[in-house]
């Protein structure tokens, strides 16, 4: 009896493990997630922005006017966003979790929109057009021109559109969030200043008459604002609003306290000015990186950027090192991407602003960032984990003689080649592309944003039910300030 108990278990072992695996090979099967080596390619997928801007422009329709959507009475608004909602609660299992993230674009009059990418086109060759400190503004433009690439997107025939986190929806109440499409940077640079503010003043008026932005107090509005002068004349009266911004200075030298915060804003990177060194440029140049420490810039700046001139006194004439003072313009670009591609590490200290292109610049290139900047708030970083790209230090340490030229000759050989792995693997979130590409930076921004929609749905609701003499706020006052650890060197 016990030996043929014992064959009858394992009988019917058998017979069990034969029925999984019929029922495993009858599945469907599941994608495996992308190898860490697999380079990604997208070969129809336009990086440049001047030429996605001349396939746009040659080939978006304009609108003549405006629809009538967009004018409803806030009352009759806020009871459409009640029955919607309502639906939504009772009908999707994971409302108010909102993938895919639903967004209404305004159809702003076209001197905010059209008007402003057509003077933009118009004005390129004026290559002698440049800022106070002697930047191209036309390539300072590119650098910011988050709003083109997202609107682009948004209002581009869902059949030519690839991102599943973002989908635009054309009634107001079926919206989670509302984009404004105005593009802030190229009116201050490109327009006269009186007339730049003329118009600021007139697309303020416009935004804040409209309804859905009464409703909420434009908690639930996107304004991209990302460089720090963009709008800055009237942004106050908005800074409900959820910012594009590059980076959150805390200096009060750009934005005053209180208009920016994490938990509102979105931090986007600057559009690269050097070429993606793909899987065969990195092949070719990560064993030939000959130079261990490149810099190439402005030395002297403002505020936090003060670094940059202590940094280059330290370092060059350094072995090894190779820092050399330039701008932005076609010259600089070329000779900022083969340095970049020549060395290991490529420094990116602040400057007038916390951040600056020459990160990104560097992450596309297979260059490890030094990233020597205290105050300095990164894009992404709920989805990124920059300690595996990019090596922190602190200006207090940058700065002692000799102390990073041997903390980087310290590094070992095997935690540069993971690093060096990881940049090829993150390269593709920091690349603005039409159409935009899956983890791309736009995808990313919806992401990012689909976090935020709960809270202000709170903050919306509670402002518009508060009575006189409650607190008119709720905040919390509980962000530490940013500070900066150097990392340890792993031995």
Not at 123 to 140: A, E, I, K, M
Not at 277 to 282: I, N, S
Request: proline content about 7%; overall charge positive.
């Amino acid at each position: 009896m016990p030996r043929s108990n014992s064959r009858m278990t394992v009988f019917l072992f058998l017979l069990g493990f034969s029925l999984l695996l019929i029922l495993f090979s009858l599945s469907p099967l599941r994608t495996p997630p992308p190898s860490s080596a697999t380079h990604f390619h997208v070969p129809d997928a336009e990086t440049s922005f001047l030429a996605s801007l001349d396939h746009f422009l040659a080939n978006t329709p304009t609108p003549l006017s405006l629809s009538d959507e967009q004018h409803q009475d806030t009352t009759k608004l806020d009871d459409a966003v009640y029955r919607s909602d309502m639906d939504r609660l009772y009908s999707d299992p994971y409302y108010p979790l909102p993938l895919p993230l639903r967004v209404y674009v305004y159809d702003m009059p076209r001197k905010f929109t059209y008007d402003l990418l057509w003077l933009f086109k118009k004005t390129y060759s004026d290559t002698s057009n440049l800022t106070s400190n002697g930047s191209p503004v036309h390539r300072l433009i590119e650098q910011h021109s988050i709003d083109y690439w997202l609107w682009a997107d948004l209002i581009a025939p869902q059949s030519e559109r690839l991102l599943t986190s973002v989908v635009r929806v054309h009634r107001q109440e079926d919206a989670d969030l509302f984009y404004i499409p105005f593009f802030t940077t190229i009116s201050f640079f490109l327009m006269e200043k009186q007339q730049c503010k003329a118009l600021y003043r007139e697309a303020l008026k416009w935004i804040t008459d409209q309804p859905a932005w009464k409703r909420s107090g434009g908690r639930d509005h996107i304004l991209p604002v990302h460089h720090p002068w963009s709008f800055k004349s009237v942004r106050r009266y908005v800074k409900n609003a959820i910012w594009l911004l590059p980076d959150m200075d805390s200096t009060g030298n750009w934005y005053k306290p209180g208009q920016v915060f994490l938990e509102k804003d979105v931090i986007l990177p600057y559009v690269p000015n050097v070429d993606l060194c793909d899987a065969k440029c990195l092949s070719e140049t990560n064993q030939k990186r000959s130079t261990l420490l490149f810099f190439r810039g402005r030395l002297k700046r403002n505020a936090g950027g003060k670094i940059r001139s202590k940094l280059g006194a330290e370092l060059i004439g350094a072995d090894g090192v190779i820092i050399e003072e330039g701008t932005a313009g076609e010259g600089g670009k070329e000779a900022a991407q083969r340095g970049m591609r020549k060395s290991l590490f490529c420094l990116s200290p602040a400057g007038d602003t916390p951040s600056s292109a020459r990160l990104f610049d560097a992450i596309v290139s297979g260059c490890i960032p030094v990233i020597i900047s205290d105050e300095l708030e990164l894009p992404f970083e709920g989805i990124l984990d920059y300690r595996k790209i990019a090596l922190f230090i602190s200006s207090n340490d940058a700065v002692k003689p000799g102390w990073l030229l041997k903390y980087l000759r310290g590094i070992r050989p095997a935690h540069i080649k993971e690093i060096q792995q990881n940049l090829a693997k993150y390269s593709r979130h920091f690349l603005y592309s039409s159409p935009a590409q899956p983890l791309g930076p736009e995808d990313l921004v919806w992401k990012m944003m689909a976090g935020k929609v709960v809270n202000i749905k709170l903050h919306t609701r509670r402002s518009q039910r508060v009575v006189e003499g409650s607190r008119s706020r709720c905040t919390c006052e509980c962000r530490p300030g940013n500070t900066t650890n150097t990392a340890s060197i792993f031995s």
